[in-house]
């Protein structure tokens, strides 16, 4: 089976500091790694992933996340917060033999202070 | 592009009642489409993953009489809440993925459902 913890269901920043989204995972076999955003009252767009190659993902916005085997984590960063950052980030898992299902964290909902 | 449309975006209903939400792939065609539940505050829940032109899968719990899933083509599934009761009322999201398990998953903007 696979699972996702995402550490710390809200984070607050400042305008302009570093965004830190930490984001764990369980699986078995190769991972597929995710990360989307969700305005209020909206669907989610795709952030980034990973699936092979790489371990350095850019993504939009400014997003970049790593996959850490070792750590079995897939940590989302951005250097400089904006307003506009401030959102509901879900990370999420899947594999090619589980259909590519996603398995979603619980969401870390971002503030940003000005 | 990858642009995943939901009909409607908001439906309020009375008890008893079915309702029928759709899920367009706009310039894709989409060989699985996947449907979500949010519940306020929370994360998203699988509900069932459905191909097109075969019977969904619904995951464990969700009951298929009740949300019965159609993918009659490669750009549209449905899902119709029947019989719907008050704590059906929910956020429901589709998603739709154009190639194989390695493929992205575009989410559509979701339907905000009201039983009363």
């Known amino acids: 089976a696979q699972s996702v913890t995402q550490l710390g269901s809200h984070v607050s920043v400042s305008e302009g500091a570093l965004v830190l989204l930490r984001c764990n995972y369980s699986?078995?076999?190769?991972?597929?790694l995710f990360w989307y955003v969700q305005y209020p009252n909206q669907g989610l767009q795709l952030l980034l992933k990973?699936?092979?190659?790489?371990?350095l993902v850019k993504g939009i916005n400014g997003f970049e996340a790593e996959f850490k085997k070792s750590e079995t984590s897939f940590h989302l960063t951005k250097p400089s917060a904006h307003m506009s950052d401030a959102a509901e980030y879900f990370c999420?898992?899947?594999?090619?033999?589980?259909?590519?299902?996603?398995?979603f964290g619980q969401g870390t909902e971002l503030s940003v202070k000005p | 592009g990858a642009v995943v449309s939901q009909h409607p975006s908001r439906v309020i209903c009375k008890s008893g009642t079915s309702v029928k939400i759709e899920c367009r792939s706009l310039?894709?065609?989409?060989?699985?489409m996947f449907w979500y539940r949010q519940f306020p505050k929370q994360s998203l829940m699988l509900m069932a993953t459905?191909?097109?032109?075969?019977?969904?899968?619904?995951e464990q719990g969700v009951e298929k009489d009740k949300f019965l899933i159609n993918h009659a083509s490669l750009t549209l599934s449905t899902l119709t809440v029947t019989s719907a009761h008050p704590e059906d009322s929910s956020f429901y999201i589709c998603?739709?993925?154009?190639?194989?398990?390695?493929?992205?998953?575009?989410f559509g903007p979701g339907t905000r459902l009201l039983v009363l």
């Open positions: 998603s739709a993925r154009p190639g194989g398990p390695q493929e992205t998953q575009y």
């Open positions: 699986s078995s076999v190769p991972p597929y």
């Open positions: 990973y699936t092979t190659g790489a371990t």
């Open positions: 999420a898992v899947s594999s090619y033999n589980q259909g590519g299902k996603l398995i």
């Open positions: 310039d894709f065609q989409a060989t699985t």
């Open positions: 459905s191909n097109e032109g075969s019977k969904a899968t619904y």
